[in-house]
């Protein structure tokens, strides 16, 4: 199915099972044991990086096809991994239909994100996104919200463990003057969104109010290329989210993106307004 609905009819913001990738992550650790490999020495042969093989033994992320390729094939598990991972069940606080965009965003090489209804999750402060699990409807209660933090924490590892990924976030001025979780939150947020835009692989823009009209008004979107340099895209609603595969359609997208990149303020210019914003606060 090229252009796949993701809502599962679970809802947003679903918590779910760990139990399955924690039986994974231990059938993993014991034929690396019996190979009489380091989590190390498994991340170099299966290349990937130590924290992600940590990670997978813990039962804390769901192993990307590709570990589960090379990992069965090093480790001679005789199909084993292959058959574990059959049954693994989704990530505690991830939702059901954002299972299969969080495994390819665990291998992209580039991950472009465009949003104007919130800040994206991979930017997001602790403090603004419990402000947001806070306010959500049906109400959440206080271990679904712990379980979505520490879900939405543990994909930012994405950031600080890919620096050879290359990021793209265009984001609408107007998310940081909604001053979300309130003065406080919205000065913390600014000032990591600030911080996060120093590193080499990461592009931060934004789309000026003053600005009329730009390519990206149908919504918000999400591209990605992976290790084989194929092209998928990532379309969430109020509650669930459309996964694009679609060559075509994919096409369409990064036709809008390219043209969002030069209507939004330049790298430069954006966080001169992000640090007026914060110095207005």
């Not at 994919?250 to 809008?256: A, H």
Request: glycine share 6%; proline share 5%; charged share 25%.
């Amino acid at each position: 199915m090229e252009v796949q609905d993701m809502t599962g009819g679970t809802g947003r913001g679903e918590p779910e099972a760990t139990d399955s990738l924690k039986t994974f992550g231990a059938v993993v650790k014991a034929f690396r044991e019996r190979a009489g490999l380091t989590q190390e020495g498994l991340a170099l042969l299966v290349r990937f990086s130590p924290q992600t093989v940590a990670s997978i033994e813990q039962g804390r992320r769901l192993p990307p096809p590709d570990f589960i390729e090379r990992a069965e094939e090093v480790l001679d598990a005789f199909g084993v991994l292959r058959a574990a991972a059959c049954h693994l069940a989704r990530k505690p606080g991830i939702a059901a239909w954002f299972r299969q965009w969080a495994a390819l965003e665990e291998q992209a090489i580039s991950l472009y994100t465009y949003e104007c209804r919130l800040i994206p999750g991979l930017l997001q402060t602790e403090a603004y996104a419990r402000a947001l699990f806070t306010e959500q409807l049906p109400p959440l209660d206080d271990r679904q919200i712990e379980a979505q933090w520490a879900a939405r924490a543990e994909r930012q590892r994405l950031l600080r463990e890919r620096p050879n990924t290359a990021y793209s976030f265009i984001l609408e001025e107007h998310l940081f003057l909604r001053r979300t979780g309130g003065v406080e939150v919205t000065r913390e947020l600014i000032d990591h969104v600030l911080k996060t835009a120093e590193a080499r692989n990461v592009e931060i823009q934004i789309m000026p109010l003053e600005r009329k009209t730009h390519a990206g008004l149908a919504g918000p979107m999400q591209l990605l290329e992976t290790p084989e340099t194929r092209w998928f895209a990532y379309n969430e609603g109020q509650r669930g989210g459309l996964f694009v595969s679609d060559s075509k359609e994919v096409s369409v997208l990064q036709m809008r993106y390219a043209r969002m990149r030069s209507q939004a303020l330049s790298l430069d210019d954006s966080l001169s307004l992000l640090k007026q914003m914060r110095g207005a606060l």
